[in-house]
């Protein structure tokens, strides 16, 4: 069986997300999406509210898990026995700092490889700090963000906007 983990701390899950969920889920057997648990980070989303998002936003993929996790990823990799480990890629800027990972990943586990996937041209431009910063000012979120995710961070900057 061909499996990977899509890692990310999806906070929020934006539609740049959801597309890699789609395009690896078409080439892979069980596509585990990992929901990074950063003790060093605050999110604005806890890893359960998360989960729940991501498991309303993939719910009709029937291969796609969603799971969380903590720690290194190549030995949550190895404890689900995945060989592979999927990256989007927005810019020539995430290359380096994913290329970097990439090779760490593989220094630690030799086994296992990373795969990246160019994010879909008109989501390039997206990241979860872009779609947070534009919910905190009260700006549009269409085509970043599903409509749940839309309400749910509208409901968490309520009372708080800048």
């Given at each position: 069986?061909?499996?990977?983990?899509?890692p990310?701390?999806?906070d929020p899950?934006?539609?740049g997300h959801?597309?890699?969920i789609?395009?690896?889920?078409?080439?892979?057997?069980?596509?585990?999406?990992?929901?990074l648990e950063?003790?060093?980070?605050?999110?604005?989303f806890?890893?359960?509210?998360?989960?729940?998002?991501?498991k309303?936003?993939?719910?009709?993929?029937?291969?796609?898990e969603?799971?969380?996790f903590?720690?290194?990823l190549v030995?949550f990799?190895?404890?689900?026995?995945v060989?592979t480990?999927i990256r989007?890629?927005?810019?020539t800027s995430d290359?380096?700092?994913?290329?970097?990972?990439?090779?760490?990943?593989?220094?630690?586990?030799?086994?296992?490889?990373?795969?990246?996937?160019?994010?879909?041209?008109?989501?390039?431009?997206?990241?979860?700090s872009?779609?947070?910063?534009?919910?905190?000012?009260?700006?549009?979120?269409?085509?970043?963000?599903?409509?749940m995710?839309?309400?749910?961070?509208?409901?968490?900057?309520?009372?708080?906007?800048?």
């Open positions: 069986m061909n499996k990977a983990i899509y990310g701390s999806f899950a934006t539609n959801v597309d890699i789609y395009r690896a889920s078409k080439i892979v057997d069980t596509l585990y999406v990992g929901v950063n003790p060093s980070k605050t999110p604005l806890t890893s359960k509210e998360r989960v729940e998002q991501l309303c936003l993939t719910e009709g993929i029937s291969n796609v969603i799971v969380c903590s720690g290194l030995d990799a190895e404890k689900l026995n060989k480990i989007g890629l927005r810019a290359f380096e700092y994913e290329f970097q990972m990439a090779l760490t990943n593989k220094q630690l586990s030799p086994d296992i490889e990373t795969l990246f996937i160019s994010a879909s041209v008109n989501l390039q431009f997206l990241s979860s872009m779609v947070r910063e534009v919910a905190m000012y009260g700006g549009k979120l269409d085509g970043m963000v599903d409509e995710i839309k309400k749910a961070l509208e409901d968490k900057f309520k009372g708080k906007r800048v």
